[in-house]
């Protein structure tokens, strides 16, 4: 049996996502987000989220990355984020170009989280030559992070709490949000506005959506002439009832979380067997979807021989990405770490 653990991107659309399409598709609508669904959607993220949002859907989480920086950070302006974020290092300097310049000052931590001392420090020793320097405007953190790892409630309200008191606003990419809070057990008000979280890109296509996410903005003074910025950038989508449908679908019955609570217990099972293996080694904590491993190249090929996809990291030779989804299967895991005892047996 073939399996492909690449990445949550190249999973199929969820069946109660394609449905809800399929309903939208049939007669007119009004546009540019004038519509019912549209509405029902921001019903929807005020009941899930325990107030009312100002809600942007997007087709990309790029675009919600960029437009909560250009919307808290002017060009003389500096974010926050760590190292590794896909703020960072994935989204082609789009967050510094619709904010017309802004700064990203990257900061260092295990696992792709940025420890609390290490943001005060940088919070401590920043700015401080005046107009010569980039102004710290906005701490970026990623939940879940690009390595897979969690931060925790009390991590989260510490670090808004440095930024805030810094009198810095806090974005969160929550391009894997649902694995997050799947883990954590929390609600999302808990892990976002009520711990400190000004703005939030709410991810949905790595989680079952064809092409939908949006951004969530607190509080309203936040928001100020962001529908314009949406405009202005190209994303301020003319049939947004078909990105609403799929919102709607992905947030009705909790259905987002039970999509990613999947994703979470194959990674959970995954990363136990491979763990069980000789000559691998986890090196984060397995905490949502993706798993980091360090496997010798005869065991990589002999599994690729055998059918499995799975990304090489780039530039950390012999360590691997492998991704389970909303709609990995069990029997896929298990067939994964059975050909994976096989080559290592031959």
């Not at 703005?199 to 962001?226: H, I, P, Q, W």
């Not at 980091?292 to 691997?320: I, K, M, N, Q, T």
């Amino acid at each position: 049996m073939a399996a492909n653990f690449r990445s949550d991107n190249e999973t199929p659309v969820a069946p109660e996502i394609l449905e809800a399409l399929a309903r939208a598709n049939s007669g007119t609508a009004h546009s540019y987000g004038d519509d019912a669904l549209t509405a029902r959607v921001q019903r929807r993220f005020a009941e899930v989220f325990e107030t009312e949002p100002a809600v942007y859907a997007l087709v990309s989480g790029t675009a919600a990355n960029a437009l909560a920086v250009a919307q808290t950070t002017p060009p003389y302006g500096a974010v926050i984020c760590h190292e590794d974020s896909h703020l960072h290092t994935d989204e082609c300097g789009a967050p510094e170009f619709y904010s017309g310049g802004a700064k990203l000052l990257t900061l260092a931590g295990a696992g792709a989280k940025i420890p609390a001392q290490t943001l005060k420090s940088q919070l401590e020793n920043t700015g401080h030559p005046g107009d010569h320097a980039s102004k710290p405007m906005l701490l970026s953190l990623t939940q879940a992070t690009e390595f897979g790892t969690v931060y925790a409630l009390d991590e989260v309200r510490e670090l808004c709490d440095l930024a805030h008191a810094a009198g810095l606003k806090v974005h969160m990419d929550g391009a894997r949000f649902a694995n997050a809070v799947a883990t954590l057990g929390c609600t999302p008000a808990e892990i976002t506005w009520r711990a400190g979280v000004d703005l939030l890109s709410f991810g949905a296509t790595k989680n079952g959506a064809m092409m939908a996410e949006a951004l969530l903005v607190f509080d309203s003074a936040d928001a100020l002439e962001l529908g314009r910025r949406r405009k202005q950038s190209g994303h301020l989508i003319s049939k947004m009832r078909y990105v609403s449908a799929q919102l709607d679908a992905y947030l009705e019955a909790d259905l987002w979380l039970k999509l990613a609570a999947n994703a979470n217990l194959q990674a959970s099972r995954l990363s136990a067997g491979i763990a069980a293996l000789d000559g691998t080694e986890l090196l984060y904590p397995v905490q949502s979807n993706e798993i980091f491993v360090r496997l010798e190249d005869s065991l990589a090929a002999g599994l690729r021989a055998a059918g499995f996809e799975f990304h090489g990291w780039p530039g950390r030779p012999g360590v691997y990405r492998l991704v389970t989804a909303h709609c990995t299967r069990a029997d896929e895991v298990d067939a994964f770490i059975a050909a994976a005892a096989a080559v290592q047996q031959r």
